[in-house]
């Protein structure tokens, strides 16, 4: 089956520092990839994502790379600001046939951003 | 603003009330999605619609009935829920076809049930 870890949160940071967060993912298949971001109160907003291997999904100062041969994506921010702190889920999804296909998220990793 | 919305934002509700929850998407996706999202636990997907049929059922107590009239909109109709029941509830839609599998998301109802 399918699965996304992700590191466990919550993850603490002063603005400005370096900001990883570990992605992993099993697949039967070849998935996509993707960073969704929850701000307080508010659903969850697509933050950038890949589609095949080496590809690297960015948006908003973040990145992440799809690395096959470790089978992870990792979110990167070289500096972070107070307004990034949310929940960032690591999610995959497995398309063969081209019809709706689910999502599968792993558990969200809490960021704090203190000024 | 991602293009689906969602009333209401916030519902409370008592252990025998009906309510439906509504989504709206305006971004001509022909797939739906529910997801309940609980404290401390991943998000789990509860349905799919696509093309306005149910594709994907993940073991949902039949108290939550889905209702998906047209592509454009969703309904989760509840009633005899159990407190465990409180969550945010997310739609989402998306289209559907190879690299087409990207989600949007609403803001979600916050569902608590006394």
């Known amino acids: 089956g399918n699965s996304v870890t992700q590191m466990e949160g919550p993850v603490t940071l002063s603005e400005e520092a370096f900001l990883t967060i570990n992605c992993t993912y099993t697949?039967?298949?070849?998935?996509?990839l993707f960073w969704y971001v929850q701000y307080p109160g508010e659903g969850l907003q697509l933050l950038l994502k890949?589609?095949?291997?080496?590809d690297k999904g960015s948006n908003k100062g973040f990145e992440a790379t799809y690395r096959k041969e470790t089978t992870s994506f990792h979110l990167e921010k070289g500096s972070v600001q107070v307004s990034d702190s949310a929940v960032y889920f690591c999610?995959?999804?497995?398309?063969?046939?081209?019809?709706?296909?689910?999502?599968?998220f792993g558990s969200g990793t809490q960021l704090t951003v203190l000024p | 603003e991602t293009g689906v919305t969602q009333t209401p934002r916030h519902l409370v509700m008592g252990m025998t009330n009906k309510k439906s929850l509504k989504c709206e998407q305006h971004?001509?996706?022909?797939?739906m999605y529910w997801y309940k999202q609980s404290a401390k636990k991943p998000l789990e997907l509860m349905f799919v619609?696509?093309?306005?049929?149910?594709?994907e059922n993940n073991s949902v107590p039949s108290r939550f009935s889905p209702e998906c009239p047209n592509s454009s909109h969703l309904f989760l109709h509840l009633h005899t829920l159990q407190p465990e029941d409180s969550a945010l509830y997310l739609c989402?839609?998306?289209?559907?076809?190879?690299?087409?599998?990207?989600?949007?998301f609403g803001p979600g109802t916050r569902l608590l049930v006394l």
């Open positions: 697949a039967t298949g070849y998935p996509s």
């Open positions: 890949a589609t095949k291997a080496d």
């Open positions: 619609y696509n093309f306005k049929e149910q594709t």
């Open positions: 989402a839609s998306s289209r559907t076809g190879r690299n087409q599998e990207t989600q949007y």
């Open positions: 999610a995959l999804i497995v398309d063969f046939s081209g019809s709706a296909r689910q999502l599968t």
């Open positions: 971004l001509g996706h022909n797939a």
